[in-house]
């Protein structure tokens, strides 16, 4: 194979990034060096982990002080209005606190308890790229942000003239040329297996509860919670969702993964495709259900 | 119920039946990333100089490092490499490996003189347990239906949609080679 493929150790997983054009090997380095740095200030911003974040200067102080925010994080905190809104509340960044009830997120000792009863119409995002939380919700910005990484590596290599590469975090992924092109998806109870899909869309992600899943509440968990429930949901299906940006995919398998029949109607107006894997014994079979062959 | 919906549960689901025992061997999905000059090249651009210095604990090194890094030790020797750039000691290349469930990873660290970690790069990444043989099977079922479509047997798998581990072992990988630093290298 032709070109430079490297990983790195980010965003709580793998973060694999290809150059295929036909550059010197000292430039397409330089190139994928950069494009890394690109994904690591979006998790220095976004991660909920790291008390130093934008992301958790919000939520210690957004509910009290509006808080001034940099670019990316406002676009992500834009989109993420947009997505709530799409999908009637399907999508939902305030559900961090059952995140950190089932022990998928940190407890942060200067956290103060958050409400109950808020939800994502409770970040407003005011002129100037500020932000206020109306009431004391905490925001986890899981579900997004690292499909918004993969976009904006994906642009940083577009600018730097790249025709053709890749990104992948950890399944959340974005081809730059390849108009046609095609991805496996694991099996959810398998997933050393993989399913080959033919796609013209640029982005995919998955959700699946494979290698996250806990033990919570008697139930096998993945880290995805119902906005409408605030429940976590079943690890035993896998979403993977097909768009032209990645965070938009991103955002779409949560909203497909916690409510399939009301995420499906979502799909259109994002020009996505869904395919869901949903294992129905323990033997080993597989359903597969394709939006794109309704 | 939502009709679109309906038409989509409708759609006679593709049943990709329990697996069978294939004898047809296809590569599982693994990826070269960097040799070990290349990772030495990528994290340390400026050196001029890697010394070979292979690193042997002593039993009570060892039960040091397994203590502070709560990771057990593997194999007597770590293959280490002493940086430098124009004589000045530039930090430490550390190569080391994980096995998870599903995975054996080979990757390499960098750390400053001073111990500090200054990039982690992955040299190798390998599903295995059996895999390739099972994945066969699976992928056999697709054959002349829609998911199989333009599908070789032995094709390159490129890009996987679906998390790969979480970085969990290779978190505690680093701990160990920072716990090494700390008790061999200092």
């Known amino acids: 194979m032709t070109g ?17 054009d036909d550059l010197p090997s000292a430039d397409s380095v ?17 991660s909920f982990h790291n008390p130093l974040s934008e992301l958790s200067r919000i939520n210690r102080e957004a509910w009290l002080r509006t808080v001034s925010v940099s670019d990316e994080t406002w676009q992500v905190l834009t989109a993420a209005q947009q997505l709530s809104e799409a999908s009637d509340g399907l999508f939902d960044i305030t559900v961090a606190p059952a995140l950190e009830r089932a022990g998928f997120l940190p407890r942060h000792a200067d956290h103060l308890p958050a409400s109950s009863h808020g939800g994502w119409r409770d970040v407003e995002l005011l002129p100037g790229q500020q932000v206020r939380l109306a009431r004391r919700v905490r925001l986890d910005l899981g579900g997004i942000a690292k499909g918004f990484a993969v976009d904006q590596a ?42 080959p899909v033919s796609t013209t869309h640029a982005a995919a992600a998955t959700s699946a509860g494979y290698f996250q899943h806990r033990q919570w509440a008697g139930r096998l968990c993945c880290p995805i919670v119902h906005p409408g429930t605030r429940l976590l949901c079943d690890a035993r299906r896998s979403v993977t969702v097909f768009a032209d940006q990645c965070l938009i995919a991103d955002a779409l398998t949560k909203i497909l993964y916690a409510d399939p029949e009301r995420g499906s109607r979502v799909l259109e107006q994002f020009q996505a495709r869904a395919v869901m894997l949903e294992p129905v014994t323990h033997s080993g079979e597989c359903h597969v259900f394709d939006s794109a062959a309704a | 119920m939502n009709d679109d919906f309906r038409k989509w549960w409708a759609v006679p689901a593709i049943i990709i039946p329990a697996m069978v025992p294939a004898a047809i061997a296809a590569p599982a999905f693994a990826a070269q ?15 001029s100089r890697f ?15 397994e203590k502070y890094a709560r990771v057990r030790m593997r194999g007597a020797e770590q293959p280490v490499w002493r940086v430098e750039a124009s004589g000045r000691h530039l930090g430490w ?13 080979t990757y390499a660290v960098a750390l400053d003189a001073s111990g500090a970690v200054l990039g982690v790069e992955i040299l190798d990444y390998r599903e295995t347990h059996g895999g390739e043989v099972r994945q066969a099977a699976w992928r056999a079922q697709f054959t002349g239906k829609r998911y199989g479509d333009g599908l070789r047997l032995g094709e390159e798998i490129k890009n996987i949609s679906g998390a790969t581990l979480s970085c969990k072992h290779i978190s505690e990988g680093v701990r160990r080679v920072l716990a090494l630093h700390q008790v061999a290298l200092k």
Do not use: C, W
């Not at chain 1, 790195?8 to 694999?16: D, N």
């Not at chain 1, 330089?30 to 976004?46: E, G, N, P, W």
């Open chain 1, 30 to 46: 330089q190139l994928i060096d950069r494009a890394f740095a690109t994904v690591a200030r979006v998790q220095a911003l976004m």
């Open chain 1, 154 to 195: 994906i642009a940083q290599l577009r600018d730097a003239g790249v025709v053709s590469g890749s990104v992948n975090a950890g399944g959340d992924l974005r081809v730059l040329g390849n108009p046609t092109h095609t991805l496996h998806l694991r099996h959810p109870s398998l997933p050393t297996q993989l399913l």
């Open chain 2, 51 to 65: 010394v070979d210095q292979p690193l042997r604990l002593t039993p009570e090194q060892a039960s040091a490092v």
């Open chain 1, 4 to 20: 430079t493929r490297r990983a790195r150790p980010l965003l709580g997983t793998l973060v694999e990034i290809a150059i295929e």
């Open chain 2, 33 to 47: 990333y960097l040799t070990q000059e290349q990772a030495q090249q990528a994290l340390f651009p400026e050196a």
């Open chain 2, 93 to 105: 290349f550390v190569l080391d490996e994980v096995y998870g469930k599903h995975e054996f990873i």
